[in-house]
């Protein structure tokens, strides 16, 4: 989602009971009632995704879900932990001075005071490393890694000669998915959740031709097996999967390229995925039209923006505008905004609060999260209702 050197991710329904006098045809009954009912409701989802809080951080994250988030109407929270937990399932995959139990817990009660839905995040497949550090998953179990021939350099640059942005795992290793599905069950499971969200953004390396059990095979349907492998898992559980969109648009043929949309082969796997798998489509530098193209695959799509806030409000305007002028079939489909964020969630709060060392960019963040979702006293509030730009 982040580029590592350009840092580039009603009508008033009738109030009253119809007058027995009042006597109208059923096509007129249609359209007073069903069709402004689920035009001017407000999105069913208004989310934040970022990077779950470090363990210095917690208290102030929590307070600021509470005093902040919530008064703006937020309903979700995709929380991006990985190994920022102590696992008990594979505690040798903790990361440094992880989150605790009870640190969680604090994220789940205040969640759940304010009914905000709570998502983990794991990244599954891609974004097994980052920049010249290895994940994790890849640096416990090397085995998994899907391109071992690709050593990680002492000094990361992009482009580099092996195509090197992140590391993924092979979907095909016997193994890996018994150690990734602790992981997901564990956090799941901590965060009582009913949703999680696997990631599975920039997937460059998939289906490598060097890979014993996945060279030669189509990375449409390798991509599709994995997303619907890990679907399958969490729907014993009664829990959604939720992934990026960028891998089911074809790169090429829509001109969005390598990075917000795929050119390495996967996007056929649009066509071979649950219809239950909930599209998160990011886009940072204009609102692309992409979230007709999963609702018109039957998929439930939130938009994504980032860090410019004109643009996010081009998100929220796109969506209320497909919500509205769509028929109802598909109107339900277009779930709402998520706003994402790239860093360091105590940086978030920093802008948010009028930090003078905030950065553009996360001053821009901070400035969408207030203008998509405004509190009611403030001057944009009418706007968020009219789905108007300011
Ligand atoms: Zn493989």
């Not at 990985?82 to 505690?91: C, G, I, K, Q, T």
Request: hydrophobic share 35%; with cysteine.
């Amino acid at each position: 989602m982040i580029h590592p050197t350009v840092l580039r991710k009603g009508n008033r329904v009738l109030s009253g009971p119809i007058r027995s006098s009042c006597f109208l045809p059923a096509f007129l009954l249609f359209f007073v009632f069903i069709v402004p009912l689920h035009a001017e409701n407000p999105l069913p989802v208004r989310g934040l995704c970022v990077q779950a809080p470090s363990k210095r951080g917690l208290d102030r994250f929590v307070q600021f879900v509470d005093e902040q988030l919530a008064p703006r109407g937020l309903n979700t929270l995709v929380l991006r932990f990985d190994y920022n937990f102590e696992y008990e399932s594979h505690p040798e995959l903790r990361g440094r001075n992880p989150l605790s139990l009870d640190d969680v817990r604090k994220i789940v009660n205040v969640c759940r005071e304010h009914e905000i839905q709570l998502i983990p995040q794991v990244n599954l497949l891609g974004h097994q490393s980052w920049a010249g550090s290895l994940g994790n998953l890849l640096r416990v179990y090397p085995q998994f890694d899907e391109t071992p021939h690709v050593k990680m350099p002492q000094d990361y640059k992009w482009p580099n000669p092996d195509g090197l942005y992140c590391k993924s795992y092979c979907p095909l290793h016997p193994e890996v998915h018994t150690v990734v599905f602790d992981i997901v069950d564990e956090i799941v499971a901590t965060c009582q959740a009913t949703a999680f969200h696997a990631g599975m953004d920039e997937v460059f390396y998939i289906g490598d031709d060097k890979c014993p059990r996945c060279r030669d095979q189509d990375k449409g349907e390798l991509f599709a097996d994995e997303v619907t492998r890990i679907r399958d898992h969490l729907a014993k559980n009664d829990c959604k999967l939720w992934i990026w969109g960028d891998r089911l648009i074809d790169g090429k043929t829509t001109g969005l390229g390598m990075w917000e949309a795929a050119t390495n082969g996967t996007h056929g796997a649009i066509g071979l995925i649950p219809k239950d798998v909930v599209i998160c489509d990011w886009h940072y530098e204009r609102a692309s039209p992409t979230p007709v193209l999963f609702a018109l695959n039957g998929f439930h799509v939130l938009t994504c923006p980032w860090n410019n806030p004109d643009v996010s409000m081009d998100h929220l305007e796109q969506m209320k505008w497909l919500r509205q002028h769509s028929n109802r079939k598909l109107a339900e489909r277009f779930d709402g905004v998520l706003l994402t964020y790239w860093s360091g969630v105590d940086s978030l709060i920093d802008a948010y609060e009028g930090s003078e060392q905030a950065s553009e960019g996360n001053r821009g963040a901070a400035e969408s999260l207030k203008r998509l979702f405004p509190l009611a006293a403030e001057p944009d509030a009418p706007a968020q209702q009219d789905g108007q730009k300011n």
